[in-house]
């Protein structure tokens, strides 16, 4: 097995993280931080389940990093893994697989938040978990780009520091999505 590489790297100093599109980021700069990970219970919302979540977490101070994930069918980037400098990342790997399942095994552990992935330490995020399925705080970001020429809707999502989310937030809503550099 090959260890995973450290791509890119950030820095935590409020000891919270806000996470998703610009929008949530914003909308997770705007509530009271986290203070630990509590069963948020999903709901239905139309025809899928849905966690209502305020898009900002607890972190550990300090250095976090950031590893690829490849999708080795069409060898492209398929998502992102970021881990505190200080966790074994193939044992949190091992973890998050373990309580929280693998999208490529059946019956592997809970694609939803429950007591046990609360206990595990693991916040589930669904795709209707955020982005354009939560609204709120869309009215200060805008809506993401879509290009019409080839049906494309640009998504782009981070992780920043909760003391630093507006200001980020601030600068990279004028910034075009296809300008933004994955490696911000």
């Known amino acids: 097995m090959t260890f995973p590489q450290v791509h890119?790297?950030?820095?935590?100093?409020?000891?919270?993280?806000?996470?998703?599109?610009?929008?949530?980021?914003?909308?997770?700069?705007?509530a009271e931080p986290s203070h630990g990970l509590?069963?948020?219970?999903?709901?239905v919302a139309g025809?899928?389940?849905?966690?209502k979540l305020d898009h900002n977490v607890n972190?550990?101070?300090?250095?976090?990093?950031?590893?690829?994930?490849?999708?080795?069918?069409q060898y492209r980037l398929a998502g992102w893994f970021v881990a505190h400098e200080s966790?074994?990342?193939?044992?949190?790997?091992?973890?998050?697989l373990r309580v929280s399942?693998?999208?490529?095994?059946?019956?592997?552990?809970?694609?939803?938040?429950?007591?046990?992935?609360?206990?595990?330490?693991?916040?589930v995020i669904n795709r209707y978990d955020w982005g354009l399925y939560d609204k709120r705080a869309l009215d200060v970001v805008g809506e993401n780009e879509f290009d019409p020429s080839t049906f494309v809707l640009r998504i782009v999502v981070g992780l920043v520091d909760y003391a630093e989310a507006k200001d980020e937030v601030m600068f990279w809503k004028d910034v075009p999505e296809?300008?933004?550099?994955?490696?911000?």
């Open 59 to 73: 972190a550990l101070n300090g250095t976090w990093n950031a590893f690829r994930l490849i999708d080795t069918t």
């Open 101 to 123: 399942g693998s999208p490529y095994e059946a019956d592997s552990g809970s694609k939803y938040n429950n007591e046990k992935t609360m206990q595990e330490g693991v916040l």
């Open 38 to 43: 509590t069963a948020v219970q999903p709901t």
């Open 47 to 51: 025809t899928v389940m849905t966690h």
């Open 8 to 30: 890119a790297h950030f820095t935590v100093h409020s000891g919270h993280l806000c996470y998703g599109e610009l929008h949530n980021i914003w909308q997770g700069a705007l």
């Open 178 to 184: 296809d300008h933004r550099d994955e490696e911000q």
């Open 87 to 96: 966790v074994d990342v193939l044992q949190e790997i091992d973890k998050i």
